[in-house]
């Protein structure tokens, strides 16, 4: 029913909004490490700060979990390790680059989803697929290697946590019934702990900034972090795990316009061809959700 359009289109644009979100965060992050507050520690604080305030909003809904607390928990594990990877292979790599290897995630989803949720590959889907791969191959391949391998410590672990971010996906599909913000919590205390081990492990002190960079580093949590990570889950939970990893693929090109105007980052005419080709995707993606949601 046509009626149904603007709703199948919901998702589509609560994802692309937190796409372009997640493409720029890099930029804060790397302005708190220039102000004397390391990678792990602003996790462990944006990341804390945010799950302050949805604790506080879960005790006022008085959301309970409904069901599967060890997916729950596995669920918590995932979207630690992909989120402290990440920004510390953002910090330390080439922002394009990190995003590329990240963003090999769609590979993994299509995966898990296929062993987790049994969802079966249609027709669109395997157009959508086969354009973005080709476009994140295009970005990322290397000329002297002849094919896209890991080359520092910041590679592999922007590619592991694409993995952990494609079983988070397919998690949070998996667990449908449960509240939003009871997914939200279980995703940002594994966020927090793995933040806070790696702290424990690396011995690294507590850091001595400024107090307005402690106030700062909250207010991205409390309120760009908690919108950003609500927009994604919303997204994620109300349509295909292959088809949202699809659309999430424009963070890549987010990521490299943000690259080129706030670093002295190079941004070759290969990488602007393969984020054409990704936008072309998530675009494909979006016209394949509204067309099917029409014909139900």
């Not at 997916?71 to 995003?99: D, E, K, P, Y």
């Not at 966020?191 to 702290?199: K, M, P, T």
Request: glycine share 8%.
């Amino acid at each position: 029913m046509p009626t149904n359009a603007p709703i199948a289109l919901i998702p589509v644009i609560c994802l692309l909004i937190s796409s372009c979100l997640w493409g720029v965060f890099w930029y804060p992050l790397r302005q708190l490490e220039g102000l004397g507050l390391p990678g792990l520690w602003s996790t462990a604080i944006i990341f804390g700060s945010a799950l302050t305030f949805s604790l506080v909003l879960v005790g006022l809904r008085r959301a309970r979990i409904r069901s599967h607390p060890l997916l729950l928990i596995l669920l918590a594990i995932a979207s630690g390790w992909c989120n402290v990877a990440f920004i510390q292979a953002v910090l330390s790599g080439n922002v394009v680059r990190v995003t590329l290897l990240f963003y090999l995630s769609p590979l993994w989803t299509v995966l898990l989803g296929r062993l987790i949720l049994g969802e079966r590959l249609q027709r669109s889907a395997q157009i959508t697929m086969c354009i973005a791969m080709t476009g994140a191959l295009v970005m990322l391949w290397d000329r002297r290697l002849g094919f896209p391998w890991p080359q520092s410590q910041a590679d592999w672990l922007a590619i592991s946590s694409g993995l952990g971010f494609a079983l988070s996906n397919v998690l949070v599909r998996k667990l449908y019934e449960e509240d939003i913000w009871i997914k939200t919590i279980f995703a940002w205390i594994g966020v927090v702990a793995f933040a806070v081990i790696g702290i424990l492990l690396s011995a690294s002190p507590a850091p001595a900034v400024a107090m307005n960079t402690i106030v700062l580093t909250v207010v991205i949590g409390g309120g760009a972090m908690v919108c950003m990570t609500l927009l994604v889950l919303y997204g994620l939970t109300h349509m295909p795990a292959h088809r949202a990893a699809v659309i999430l693929l424009f963070e890549i090109l987010a990521g490299a316009v943000s690259a080129q105007w706030l670093t002295d980052e190079v941004v070759l005419i290969q990488e602007w061809t393969g984020g054409l080709l990704i936008v072309a995707a998530a675009y494909y993606a979006a016209r394949s959700q509204i067309v099917e949601s029409k014909s139900c």
